[in-house]
């Protein structure tokens, strides 16, 4: 096979097809649709997707594509994984409002079986600035306060959001590991949220001393950009080896699959530097 004529074909479902963000990603499917890495063509095509008013179950949805994207609520997890013991295909979990250790033993169980992105924000810029938050906080996290304030639209259902838990998570992750000996009472981290209008989403970290401050904003005005990472993530999930460049033989590609081993991930393996 002539290495130039390669594409393949994949099929996308999603779950919350009818939201904010099924509705971006959709668009983006239709108006891209083919992405080239090195010189091959990867053709992605929306599939049987799910929403309340969908003809189709989870089930169908999870039968018919070659890999899933869950941007709805929280309330339906437990159903898509329980499909995904039953039907594994490689996952993207966009949706937050959920603890993982609530879904620990059925996350462990289906990341068994197949691939599954855990991400609370899949905009490049949110992955840098928890990338540029935790090389501070071993800067000037032992001298300092750190506060987390998000802001989004009237109709987000979860607060605090996900991302700020996140931030938070790997924050005080990081202050515990650099701070051992530190006189420090407390590395807890306080999230202020507030629900406004059509906000995008916006996080801000701030480090705060007796006498300064440093303060981190990442501010997103179009949902394009969480969609750009979704794409990324799907790439990763079903062709990682052509993802990260590798010199593939003409066998490996026609035989042996490219895409991600099972396991459980997140967006900094996608966007890994
Ligand atoms: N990871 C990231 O980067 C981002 C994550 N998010 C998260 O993604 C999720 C969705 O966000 P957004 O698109 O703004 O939300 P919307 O409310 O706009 O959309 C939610 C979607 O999920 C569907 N849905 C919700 N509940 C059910 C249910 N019980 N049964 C069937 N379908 C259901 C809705 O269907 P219907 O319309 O038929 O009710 C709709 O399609 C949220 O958790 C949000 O926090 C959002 C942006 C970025
Ligand atoms: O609901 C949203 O809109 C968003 N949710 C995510 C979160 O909870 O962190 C990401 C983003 O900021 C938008």
């Known amino acids: 096979m002539n290495k130039k004529n390669f594409y393949k074909s994949y099929s996308i479902g999603i779950i919350g097809a009818t939201g904010k963000m099924g509705k971006e990603i959709i668009s983006e499917l239709n108006i891209n649709s083919t992405y080239t890495i090195l010189d091959k063509q990867i053709i992605l095509t929306l599939g049987p997707s799910y929403s309340s008013s969908s003809k189709f179950n989870i089930k169908e949805v999870f039968e018919s594509n070659d890999c899933i994207i869950d941007f709805s609520n929280k309330s339906l997890l437990n159903l898509i994984l329980d499909t995904v ?3 594994p295909k490689p996952l993207i979990i966009g949706t937050t409002g959920w603890d993982p250790n609530d ?5 462990k169980r289906c990341s068994n079986l197949t691939p599954i ?4 924000n899949t905009s490049i810029g949110s992955f840098a600035q928890k990338f540029i938050s935790l090389q501070l906080a ?6 300092s306060d750190i506060d987390i304030l998000e802001r989004h639209h009237r ?4 607060s605090p959001s996900g991302t700020a838990l996140e931030l938070k998570r790997s924050l005080e992750e990081k202050l515990k590991y650099n701070n051992k000996n530190s006189n420090k009472s407390s590395n807890l981290i306080p999230i202020l949220s507030c629900r406004s209008g059509s906000i995008v989403g916006e996080h801000t970290i701030n480090f705060t001393t007796d006498n300064e401050m440093i303060t981190i904003t990442h501010r997103v005005f179009d949902r394009k950009a969480f969609v750009q990472g979704v794409i990324k993530s799907v790439l990763w999930l079903l062709c990682k080896e052509l993802y990260f460049q590798n010199n593939l033989s003409e066998n490996c590609i026609d035989g042996v699959s490219i895409s ?4 459980l991930y997140t967006i900094d393996n996608v966007l890994e530097l």
């Open 155 to 158: 109709n987000k259902k979860d």
């Open 138 to 143: 071993s800067i000037i996290g032992e001298y």
């Open 85 to 87: 013991e039953n039907n």
């Open 103 to 107: 879904f620990s033993d059925k996350l």
């Open 117 to 120: 992105i855990i991400a609370p």
């Open 260 to 263: 991600a081993t099972p396991g």
